[in-house]
Nanobody, 125 residues
Framework: QVELVESGGGVVQVGSSLTLSCAAS????????IGWFRQAPGKEREFVGA????????LNADFMRRRFTVSREISKNLVHLRMNNLQPEDTAVYYC??????????????????WGRGAQVTVSS
């Protein structure tokens, strides 16, 4: 069993930056891919990005690649989601999740075994 806890959410102004962190109860470097997902009100949960077991990263869409970064802080067993130039459409609950499947499945929610409870990010205009 792996427990994941997100932190760093909050209410920010348009154009602000925010870093979410995901803390795991076990070491995830070399053992788990950590993915970030988000769910906006009235919408389905969507893949945001992920960092693989050995540090490879991916982000979902062009607009995310321009503004978001996923990274590991190995010494602290944390995974960060850095979000810049936040927009109202980024308002959502952000979840981190752990996956032990191959990298090609990184965008598939069904392959993630463990989930955090989520962190609310609200972008106010």
């Amino acid at each position: 069993q792996v427990e994941l806890v997100e932190s760093g959410g909050g209410v920010v102004q348009v154009g602000s930056s925010l870093t979410l962190s995901c803390a795991a109860s076990v070491r995830t470097y070399t053992t788990y891919t950590i993915g970030w997902f988000r769910q906006a009100p009235g919408k389905e949960r969507e893949f945001v990005g992920a960092v693989g077991r050995t540090g490879q990263t991916t982000l979902n869409a062009d607009f995310m690649r321009r503004r978001f970064t996923v990274s590991r802080e190995i010494s602290k067993n944390l995974v960060h989601l850095r979000m810049n130039n936040l927009q109202p459409e980024d308002t959502a609950v952000y979840y981190c999740a752990a996956n032990r499947a191959v990298w090609s499945t990184v965008r598939q929610e069904s392959h993630y075994l463990y989930w955090g409870r989520g962190a609310q990010v609200t972008v106010s205009s």
